[in-house]
């Protein structure tokens, strides 16, 4: 199946910094999502994203398909974005299973 | 946007009980709903997909007659932790697909935390 991995694992920011997250897969994807999982467990959508560029107040995301990867923006961070944020990139029809990456663990300090 | 509940939102229970989740969509029609598993710092494991009127397809290695799925309606999936032991202490969570803006995306629930004693 198809590989997923998320850079850095870890990433310690102070509020207002800004932070890029990347996502590599290994095959083609039919559609990719990346998702917010906060302190008490709920994940939270952010982008439905198979390519191109989407923006979300101070969260952007960008699929490049044909080179295998999507990135995740986060301009002047606050410390409600700490948490886990994990991208699933699905490579079936509309309803088939999301992969998910390891996630990669933010913690913004005030 | 839409929402997914699950009920519990955790449970405690001993050794050989079972314990049943329950997962809905308040406001969209799920086709397909997914059941998850997580162990603390660690990513999502898929444990099965099941599809309204027909039974859960189980990833490898998740046994079947352990964890019973049902899917009775496009709103409700439930799964069911038979006989439930220590090591199946985790936090589950389950998603549901549903159409949002003309494309297919998957919502989670809030997740469901067992213990058992």
């Known amino acids: 199946g198809i590989q997923v991995e998320q850079s850095p694992p870890d990433l310690i920011l102070q509020e207002g910094a800004n932070s890029t997250l990347r996502c590599n897969f290994s095959?083609?994807?039919?559609?990719l999502q990346w998702f917010h999982q906060n302190p008490w467990g709920q994940l939270i959508n952010l982008f439905y994203?198979?390519?191109g560029t989407k923006q979300n107040g101070r969260l952007s995301a960008t699929t490049v398909a044909t080179e295998r990867y999507s990135l995740l923006y986060i301009s002047s961070s606050q410390t409600t974005d700490s948490g886990v944020y994990f991208c699933a990139p699905c490579q079936g029809r509309a309803n088939s299973k999301l992969t998910f990456g390891k996630g990669i663990t933010l913690s913004v300090r005030p | 946007g839409a929402v997914v509940s699950q009920h519990p939102s955790w449970v405690i229970c001993k050794s050989g009980t079972s314990v049943k989740i329950e997962c809905r969509s308040l406001?969209?029609?799920?086709?397909?709903m997914f059941w998850y598993r997580q162990f603390p710092k660690q990513s999502l494991m898929l444990m099965a997909t099941?599809?309204?009127?027909?039974?859960?397809?189980?990833e490898q290695g998740v046994e079947k007659d352990k964890f019973l799925i049902n899917h009775a309606s496009l709103t409700l999936s439930t799964l069911t932790v038979t006989s439930a032991h220590p090591e199946d202490s985790s936090f589950y969570i389950c998603s549901a697909g549903g159409l949002a803006g003309g494309r297919y995306e998957q919502y989670f629930g809030p997740g469901t935390r067992l213990t058992v004693t």
């Open positions: 095959d083609s994807v039919n559609n």
């Open positions: 994203i198979p390519s």
């Open positions: 406001d969209f029609q799920a086709t397909t």
């Open positions: 099941s599809n309204e009127g027909s039974k859960a397809t189980y």
